[in-house]
């Protein structure tokens, strides 16, 4: 009788103890404060992406092209990478207009058809430049046509107004809570008539930069981040004239967060200036063909850029062809990522097009 009762009070400890096992292993398990909860969010930084082409032209066998292929036709390759970011901007090196007067003593006088500015927007180009030698082309009528095309179809323009203020005055907008401010500023203009005055439509020039020093030092006061587009150089010069690098460095000063030149018809390199990037030229984009081949290299520039105006570039390589930008093979491109770092001070290119600085 003892040996049964021995018996019998070892096995109600026994089940007792898995018991109690198995309600503190389940109780482990639900526990919210253990291995199985899931992990806290992490907070992103809100960034707002830029997208940025070198000179888009319309004229001439450009024209005849899209005359058979359509307006369309020279995004074909880059208008999904238009409507994926938050704002895309273009250097529009020619009046859109049916009207004007073209320029006298000049080489190349351009002229395109309105209805290109539909298709830009249905690209997805939000913005462009006219800040250059070609925007008045057709004379102030031409001019005041561009401005109404663009209205007409949603696009900015920087660069050119009905004055001077106007022509000087940024475009803001606001993408995931960041506040950027667009300015355009040309140096190469063909004669003194096409500078915007106080009573007279033109464009901004920057021969003298006080106006766009100031510009810039306004704009920064109401934006996170500040941005211009420069008009400068030596046409089909590899590197940047001393003038390209004065006036990045005065346009950083006043609070220019990122500089993007054109002009040049060519590629030139990135520098780094006070923690602010330069791109100095990003070449043809939709233009004609020349005979050098150096002029049908571009590329796509994307900027990722935060709040606090720190901003990351990648480099897309394209060929510019007759009126269409056609992204590069793997060869081609790794080809000119290297030539575009030997062109740029202290600048590493990775082999996604990431532009570093070298420390």
């Not at 009762?5 to 898995?18: A, D, E, H, K, R």
């Not at 005041?144 to 203020?165: E, H, Q, R």
């Not at 200036?273 to 990003?282: D, E, H, R, V």
Request: glycine residues 8%; negative net charge; hydrophobic residues 40%.
């Amino acid at each position: 009788m003892a040996k049964q009762t021995f018996l019998f009070s070892l096995l109600v400890i026994l089940c007792s103890g898995i018991y109690f096992a198995f309600d503190k292993l389940g109780s482990h398990s639900a526990s919210p404060e253990h291995d199985s909860a899931p992990p806290p969010a992490v907070a992103h930084e809100p960034t707002v992406r830029l997208t940025f082409v070198g000179d888009v032209m319309m004229s001439g066998n450009v024209e005849k092209t899209l005359l058979e292929k359509g307006y369309d036709y020279p995004f074909t390759h880059v208008r999904s990478l238009f409507l994926q970011d938050d704002f895309t901007i273009a250097n529009l090196e020619t009046p859109l207009t049916t009207k004007g007067t073209p320029a006298d003593n000049k080489q190349y006088v351009y002229k395109s058809s309105p209805l290109a500015a539909p298709a830009m927007k249905a690209a997805g180009i939000d913005a462009v430049n006219l800040a250059n030698n070609h925007s008045m082309d057709q004379g102030v009528a031409g001019l005041l046509d561009t401005f109404d095309a663009l209205a007409k179809n949603g696009i900015a323009y920087v660069g050119g107004g009905k004055d001077s203020v106007e022509a000087f005055t940024p475009i803001v907008v606001e993408r995931n809570g960041i506040k950027l401010a667009l300015l355009g500023f040309s140096r190469v203009i063909p004669e003194v008539s096409w500078f915007a005055t106080e009573k007279q439509p033109g464009l901004a020039g920057s021969y003298d930069s006080a106006k766009a020093v100031q510009a810039i030092q306004q704009a920064k006061a109401h934006a996170d981040l500040v941005v211009v587009i420069a008009h400068w150089g030596k046409e089909r010069e590899d590197f940047p004239v001393d003038h390209q690098k004065e006036l990045a460095k005065a346009y950083i000063d006043a609070g220019a967060d990122l500089i993007v030149g054109g002009h040049p018809h060519v590629l030139q390199g990135f520098e780094r200036y006070n923690g602010k990037w330069i791109a100095y030229s990003l070449g043809n984009f939709i233009f004609t063909r020349s005979t050098e081949p150096k002029t049908w290299q571009t590329m796509v520039l994307q900027a990722s850029c935060t709040k606090d105006a720190s901003c990351e570039l990648t480099m897309l390589p394209f060929h510019a062809e007759l009126g269409r930008a056609v992204p590069m093979n793997d060869t081609d491109g790794a080809a000119l990522l290297q030539r575009i770092e030997s062109l740029s001070e202290n600048v590493q290119i990775e082999a996604d097009g990431l532009v570093r600085a070298r420390s």
